[in-house]
């Protein structure tokens, strides 16, 4: 952080570069000054000093007269430290900037008048909606009050009026009123209630380290969060050197099952988010699981051949699919809980999801709201034996040492946000769809100490949202199942997603199969008309997300080969078990596919039928990586700057969950039995079944 701190004295203009979670110190520029280093620890109570007070306030430990402490008042000082939406320190400087506070808010307002009545010790009961509507004396020169302070302009300032001078000294009783849940910031409640905000400068895996390697815990383990629509082009290469993990486990039968590094224990496991989007069933997913297995040994390379990737987990948190054994698992490791990602794979939904809430079971909030109403007034003493002002004094002595400790963590150059309050049902970050939600580290603890669980901002994802329009950006995010059509794609013809990615057959004698899982529309349409549309030299009727400009930027990603055999899945009934049950390997033709993946969007199903005279096989299997000397039919994808596109082996998410045409009779099978004359019928056979009985017994 001292070499963060160099470049931004060195360069003020470019102070912006620095993002707040790597430098906390540039976010409260006044903290160092404030705050000096405590030479030894207190060996008599300090007075009660809230611990927001600490943020503009040097506390002295004096027994003599009464001391009325500066800005106690400040409505800045009674708000949190960071922002419990998106963590981002809070701070007065820039309205648009994460971490700013509107103090004329009604939840800011109620938030500050329960924190400064405890402050007080006026036992005035519950926050109420009446109570949050009195207007506070110093609400509308908050910010330049606190500028001034900053500055050093003014020095201590009075109680409002009313309020008796010796209102805070070290003789008042302590007394903690129920204090309501704590605000977000005005970015947070703009992207929660109106889809507007900006985007937070995206950390790099260095400065993910830098974070991790602060960590306090002995047992840590991060959990790399992918996300299904894209799978597997979320996923960060190389993680495990990146942070120095233990390596996976090897299929070896002696591997070991963890190592220390340099005293601490620090795992890894994959988990695959947003499963929903892939199947409608969970079953469904659960039989794709070694699919997605064998897809994340091919993007690993040549470091997944040899390794059992038994720590990957699918979940989804709309629906509730394995959250649970995941909650489980993190209650049960304790320690650091990291959760690392790219930006919108779904870090914060699972957070919330995951989190083990109401697990501090040593409070009893039974008795204590029962103590609550019996007092009356809506107050819970500390408690303790002894006399009132005995407990009063050990209880501001622990308030001290504990915010002490918090300064003390930023005064040793931690890039990690105080550790806030363990409550049972703590503010969950917010969820959107705004990449770089999430601006700073968010730590919530749990089990008393047992743990915690922190959720760090998410690495850039290749910003493919710059080429889209500002009305369009919220559509690149899939946030339901798509059931995809599929589009017939001809020689000479070429399919258009969106008018953002072109998908134009090289082959000119097959007929291609397009099945879009994009949450945007797609278009069929010949290759000239396409070229034209994309690269915006022609205005049509045609759906465009892009942006202006954007077709200048269109460039090819490259040729993709269709080279994996899918006949079983794709032939019908020629090869299902329940009708002619053919093998592939005796059909004369085969039928070939790949998925087009768009980054941060879904992914595209290609499908051909070829002949497999035309393949000109010369020995290899048919489908196999190995098999460069069959002539695959290949497909070119041209995309903004050739980029965030990808291929991996077809999931046949259309079989599964694809949009069938209906049958050409609808609601029609096969029609009933006439039932005229039908009991006229059974008489006449009851009949002559008598009448042969009656003959067979005059016979004998």
């Known amino acids: 952080m001292r070499k963060s701190l160099e470049v931004a004295r060195k360069t003020s203009s470019d102070s912006w570069l620095v993002p707040s979670f790597l430098c906390p110190a540039l976010a409260r520029p006044s903290l160092l000054q404030v705050f000096p280093r405590p030479r030894a620890r207190l060996l008599k109570p300090a007075p009660i000093v809230p611990k927001s007070l600490f943020r503009c306030l040097h506390v002295q430990v004096n027994e003599s007269p009464p001391v009325i402490y500066p800005l106690v008042t400040s409505q800045l000082s009674l708000l949190p430290w960071t922002c419990p939406g998106c963590g981002a320190y809070t701070q007065i400087q820039n309205a648009e900037d994460a971490g700013f506070y509107t103090t004329s808010r009604k939840a800011v307002k109620t938030f500050v008048s329960a924190r400064r009545r405890g402050l007080l010790g006026t036992s005035t009961g519950r926050v109420g909606e009446n109570e949050a509507e009195v207007e506070d004396p110093d609400s509308e020169n908050l910010i330049d009050l606190e500028k001034s302070y900053l500055k050093g302009d003014i020095g201590e300032l009075q109680l409002p009026d009313g309020a008796p001078q010796d209102a805070v000294t070290a003789s008042t009783p302590m007394v903690v009123f129920e204090t309501p849940n704590t605000p977000v910031c005005d970015r947070c409640h703009r992207l929660l209630h109106h889809q507007a905000g900006t985007s937070i400068i995206h950390p790099t895996v260095q400065s993910i380290e830098d974070i991790i390697a602060d960590s306090p ?85 040549s470091s997944g051949k040899d390794v059992r990737l038994g720590n990957v987990r699918c979940v989804s948190s709309e629906r509730g699919w394995w959250t649970k054994q995941l909650k489980e698992d993190i209650w049960e490791r304790g320690g650091g809980g990291w959760m690392v990602g790219k930006v919108n794979v779904g870090k914060s939904s699972l957070f919330e999801t995951v989190f083990p809430k109401g697990r501090n079971t040593d409070i009893d909030f039974k008795a204590l709201r029962q103590e609550a109403n019996e007092t009356g007034a809506g107050a819970i003493h500390f408690p303790g034996s002894g006399s009132q002002e005995d407990r009063l004094l050990n209880t501001s002595s622990q308030q001290v040492l504990a915010l002490r400790d918090d300064v003390e963590d930023l005064q040793n150059e931690s890039l990690l946000p105080p550790v806030p309050e363990e409550v049972a049902y703590p503010v969950m970050p917010i969820v959107s769809a705004l990449p770089g939600t999430t601006a700073s580290p968010i730590r919530l603890p749990f089990g008393r100490g047992r743990g915690e669980l922190i959720d760090l901002p998410g690495l850039d994802r290749g910003g493919l949202e710059r080429f889209v329009s500002d009305k369009h950006k919220l559509d690149l995010v899939m946030r339901q199942r798509v059931k995809a059509e599929q589009h017939v794609v001809r020689p000479g013809q070429s399919i258009l997603i969106g008018s953002l990615i072109r998908i134009t057959p090289l082959s000119s004698d097959t007929i291609l199969l397009a099945c879009p899982f994009v949450p945007f529309e797609s278009h069929v349409t010949n290759t000239e008309k396409a070229i034209a549309v994309h690269t915006q030299k022609v205005t049509s009727g045609l759906s465009n997300i892009t942006s202006e400009g954007a077709g200048e930027k269109m460039a090819s990603a490259g040729v993709f080969q269709l080279k994996w055999d899918v006949t079983k899945q794709r032939a019908g009934p020629l090869t299902a078990s329940t009708a002619v049950g053919l093998k592939p390997q005796i059909l004369p033709f085969a039928v070939l596919s790949a998925d087009i993946l768009i980054e941060g969007c879904g992914w595209v199903e290609l499908a051909v039928q070829v002949r497999k005279k035309a393949l000109q096989s010369s020995g290899d299997a048919l489908g196999s990586t190995s098999g460069e000397s069959l002539d695959f039919p290949r497909v070119e994808v041209f995309s903004p700057e050739g980029k965030h596109i990808g291929i991996r082996r077809p999931m046949n998410a259309w079989v599964t969950g694809g949009h069938h045409k209906a049958k050409a009779r609808p609601g029609h099978a096969r029609p009933r039995r006439s039932m005229k004359g039908v009991k006229k019928n059974l008489k006449k056979l009851a009949r002559a079944v008598l009448a042969g009985g009656q003959v067979k017994k005059d016979t004998q």
């Open 217 to 301: 815990y002995k047992y840590n383990h991060i959990y790399h969060i992918l996300d299904a629509a894209d799978f597997p082009l979320s996923l960060i290469p190389q993680l495990h050197h990146h942070l120095s993990l233990m390596p996976q486990r090897s299929q070896n039968r002696r591997a070991k099952t963890s190592k220390f590094y340099h005293g601490r224990k620090s795992e890894m496991s994959f988990i695959i988010t947003r499963s929903d989007l892939l199947a409608p069933l969970k079953e469904q997913v659960d039989s794709m699981m070694p699919y997605l297995v064998q897809v994340l040994r091919d993007a690993l390379g």
